[in-house]
């Protein structure tokens, strides 16, 4: 994964993070020499003299990536057949961070005891921590995040679908550091050894987007009544009864698909109504060529199948439910038994202009009956759960009626199925689809639907959309969406919070500063009157992806805070981490600021860190 890094190759005086590290190799540095001094030695080629050499020290630091083994996350489900295709997509790299870990404090506190075992001075501790964060950048700036464009439509059999997924392969990078001593003896090859054992530090975790994790393919069948039901209840249609599909020689109708260049949202040719007879077209083009005089034998016409498609349509009542009559009473075909089943995902568009279009986020079952009372038939309702997928436009209302296709974006139809298998639905659901469809801030979503969505909830959201390939690289500098004061939201997930923290801590980072500094009245109520665990670990958790930012303002922003608060050692002594990189930051500011707040909130665990904080 890693690239070829071209740094500043430095020696000298301290200026900059890049002027503390010389590249060696492709993922292997050392930083600039220091503690250069005299010595009289042993000559290693005659024992019995002496001569005198240079004697100095540097770290040397090696990245290493390692593939967790199976370590996979499906994160994408495409359906497709060659004449039924997909839309391609893309996907991109995720870094999560995972600093500050104690396995990362041992590691400090090993190297220190090997740097104070050697006689060096406390004075030339900075070398560390600074190239340290030098390394941290360098091996960040070296990795273009990739992003994978992913045709989903090519090698796709006939006579059946195709169902791929896609995800990520989880790799770890870790920061190798060992102390180099390094001799040299006028006229003779310098001679280097190792000082101390080799530590490990966790850097992050890098989820690289993977071509294809597996395939199967479901053929359509022969025996067109007693077709398997994995691909209607995958792919949604219709089931027919035994005796239609005797007569007709169709077992299974899909709905059809939206073409590759129609969306019901955002850019491209928009499909936002269709009427009852443009719609039966639509389903005969399923239908094989083959097949269709079957239905004049019939006398299933144009006309009646409009009939039907009108008597059985869905109607909404509002933007959150969609409900389907099975009650017959009004056609005559097709005859009792015949099912319909459309999966989360399904996209249903309405027969007016001006309304939304929604996608079903709970399977919709319904077998089509007469149903008998004492008053004559009685329509039989089927209802499923569904989201809004234009937020501007108007909410459903009773009398306009929706018929279903097969969505081309199956990022859409996996972030329905999320909803569907989770166990908690709410109002978040609903803008977890408008942060994909409308890129809706949080602010915004919040107006829109009450009750609203917390910032955790958000955060939760945001992590889930841009797994699915939901983001483009603009996007994930949206102002709008990634805005700072999210990070009071202590309902989000540990992975969904370092992710965005992190992404609004490089992006963002002004903005972040100026948030934080204002001293946020969450962040104050998290710290003085927590309610739960939860609550009691989230402002930790906060300043720990902070202060180890990468970015300049993030880092201060944190400090800043934690000056300010008044009272907060008894939540937070020892739980920030041990600001080593702050202290001995390049930046005075920072410098200064680190060692006024580590005197409050950190206690030292290594004679370089006391000794930085108060010699």
Request: charged residues 25%.
């Amino acid at each position: 994964m890693l690239t070829s890094l071209a740094l500043i190759v430095a020696i000298g005086h301290q200026t900059t993070l890049k002027d503390q590290i010389v590249q060696r190799s492709e993922n292997s540095f050392d930083s600039r020499p220091f503690n250069s001094h005299k010595e009289t030695l042993q000559d290693p080629n005659d024992p019995s003299k002496q001569v005198e050499a240079t004697v100095s020290y540097f770290w040397h630091y090696r990245i290493h990536e390692e593939d967790e083994p199976d370590d996979y996350e499906v994160v994408r489900t495409v359906r497709v057949r060659p004449e039924s295709p997909a839309k391609p997509f893309q996907m991109r790299e995720m870094r999560i961070g995972l600093e500050d870990k104690p396995k990362n404090q041992n590691a400090t506190n090993k190297l220190a005891e090997t740097f104070v075992r050697e006689g060096i001075p406390t004075s030339d501790a900075p070398i560390f921590e600074r190239s340290m964060q030098a390394m941290r950048r360098a091996a960040v700036d070296a990795v273009d995040p990739a992003v994978r464009t992913i045709d989903p439509n090519v090698g796709v059999r006939s006579g059946g679908w195709t169902v791929r997924e896609y995800g990520y392969d989880v790799w770890v990078t870790d920061l190798h550091v060992q102390l180099v001593k390094r001799i040299d003896i006028p006229g003779r090859e310098s001679k280097l050894m190792n000082v101390g054992s080799e530590q490990v530090y966790d850097l992050w975790e890098y989820w690289t987007p993977v071509p294809l994790i597996r395939e199967r393919f479901i053929p359509d069948g022969g025996n067109v009544m007693h077709s398997s039901y994995q691909i209607p209840e995958s792919i949604g249609g219709v089931k027919f009864s035994d005796e239609y599909a005797t007569l007709t020689g169709i077992g299974y109708v899909p709905p059809p698909r939206l073409k590759s260049n129609e969306t019901t949202f955002g850019v491209g040719v928009m499909v936002s109504t269709i009427t009852a007879n443009s719609y039966m077209n639509r389903v005969f083009d399923t239908i094989p060529r083959d097949r269709r005089e079957i239905f004049d034998l019939i006398k299933l016409t144009p006309a009646k199948v409009n009939e039907m498609l009108n008597a059985t349509a869905a109607q909404a009542k509002d933007m959150n439910s969609l409900s389907v009559s099975s009650d017959l009473s009004a056609v005559d075909m097709p005859p009792c038994g015949s099912e319909m089943m459309m999966p989360p995902g399904t996209i249903w568009i309405p027969d007016r202009a001006g309304f939304q279009s929604t996608m079903t986020t709970t399977p919709l079952r319904i077998r089509y009956t007469f149903d008998a009372s004492i008053d004559g038939a009685s329509p039989m309702i089927e209802s499923a759960r569904t989201h809004c997928l234009n937020k501007d436009l108007k909410e459903p209302e009773l009398g306009v009626r929706y018929f279903p296709f097969m969505g081309n974006d199956d990022a859409l139809a996996t972030l329905a199925d999320l909803t569907s298998k989770s166990n908690f639905r709410g109002p978040w659901d609903q803008i977890r689809t408008w942060i994909y469809t409308d890129k809706i801030g949080f602010d915004e979503a919040n107006e829109r639907l009450f009750p609203g969505a917390t910032e955790g909830q958000y955060m939760n959201n945001l992590f889930d959309v841009f797994k699915v390939g939901g983001f483009t690289a603009a996007d994930l500098k949206d102002k709008k969406m990634f805005d700072p004061k999210l990070l009071s939201g202590a309902g989000a997930l540990d992975k969904a919070f370092d992710w965005v923290a992190m992404q609004i801590g490089e992006t963002a980072g002004k903005e972040l500063r100026k948030w934080i500094e204002g001293m946020p009245e969450e962040l104050q109520r998290l710290l003085k009157s927590p309610t739960n665990d939860m609550e009691k670990k989230h402002v930790p958790r906060l300043m720990k992806q902070l202060r180890g930012s990468l970015d300049l303002d993030t880092r201060m922003g944190a400090l800043t805070f934690l000056d300010k608060s008044v009272g907060a050692e008894a939540q937070l002594k020892d739980k920030i981490g041990d600001l080593r990189a702050s202290v001995f930051s390049v930046d005075e500011k920072e410098a200064a600021l680190a060692k006024k707040v580590a005197a409050r909130y950190v206690t030292p665990t290594d004679t370089l860190l006391r000794a930085a904080m108060f010699d």
